[in-house]
């Protein structure tokens, strides 16, 4: 499984970027594909997943209600839609997908076998 992440760039307090994560087509409709980032000496975390199948999304509570992921099977992509930027969204964001993860484990960066490249979003005046 191949995934490449893009969208990343400079960006205004306040403003909107959306990032893509376009996967292969060996990726099973089942799968689950998740978005996390990583500050600078800081672990990965988890930011958002979404179920390929049913579109059942999950948010970590730093980002619900300013960020949305979708996915466009047709065009084999995720999307992850970043609003009311902060400058505490700047990172480094990752995309990742696991064909097995039961709903609690996905917020585990451990938990997900393939990983994209990062793209690195940036957020200052």
């Known amino acids: 499984v191949q995934l490449q992440a893009s969208g990343g760039g400079l960006v205004q307090p306040g403003g909107s970027l959306r990032l893509s994560c376009a996967y292969s087509?060996?990726?099973?409709?089942?799968?689950?594909m998740g978005w996390f980032r990583q500050f600078p000496g800081k672990e990965r975390e988890f930011v958002a997943a979404i179920s390929l199948s049913d579109r059942t999304t999950d948010y970590a509570d730093s980002v619900k209600g300013r960020f949305t992921i979708s996915r466009d099977i047709a065009k084999n992509t995720v999307y992850l839609q970043m609003n009311s930027l902060k400058p505490e969204d700047t990172a480094v964001y990752y995309c990742a997908a696991d064909g097995r993860l039961i709903r609690s484990s996905w917020p585990i960066p451990a938990q997900y076998d393939y990983w994209g490249q990062g793209t690195q979003v940036t957020v200052s005046s």
């Open positions: 087509t060996r990726t099973y409709p089942r799968w689950i």
